[in-house]
């Protein structure tokens, strides 16, 4: 999978459940939540899909200002529509619902405490009218994931 579209895969594992995880030393999760989690990551990335015209543009503006990958701002300023057209090449393979599946096991495996305080949000923006409100709703939400992903 691309650079470009990678990182923002992450931000879909903010597709946690709302059961809190057992905790001991590290938080556990349950069958119930595992299931939670794919079930709203996987409904992330088919609205994404469905907004398809709407959402590259805006993640690709997302990671512009966030410059990530590195150097991915210099290429948005160079080319945007160059860069927004690799995009939608690279996101037609990503977003078949069988690589949605296999990208949301991956993520729902690795899912973290920060990110599934963002389930709300993501739910929120999954109730908006239209793509142009979704994506308005959603881009922030990326931002903050992508974020906290590069200070780790």
Known sequence: MSRLIALS????????????????????KTEDSTADDQKLCVETFTHNRT???????ALVDTRAKLDLPPGIAAQVKEDRA??????????????TDASIASHCTQMT??????ARALEAGVR????????????????????????HVSRQ
């Open 124 to 147: 929120g923006c999954l109730m908006k009218p239209d793509c142009a409100a979704y994506v308005a709703c959603i881009s922030p939400v990326e931002e903050q994931l992508m974020t």
């Open 109 to 114: 495996a690795h899912m973290t405490d920060d």
């Open 82 to 95: 160059g860069v927004i057209a690799k995009a939608n090449a690279e996101w037609a393979a990503d977003s």
């Open 51 to 57: 907004c398809t015209t709407e959402y590259i543009p």
């Open 9 to 28: 895969l992450v931000v879909f594992a903010a597709c946690g459940s709302s059961k809190p995880a057992a905790t001991t030393t590290a938080p556990t």
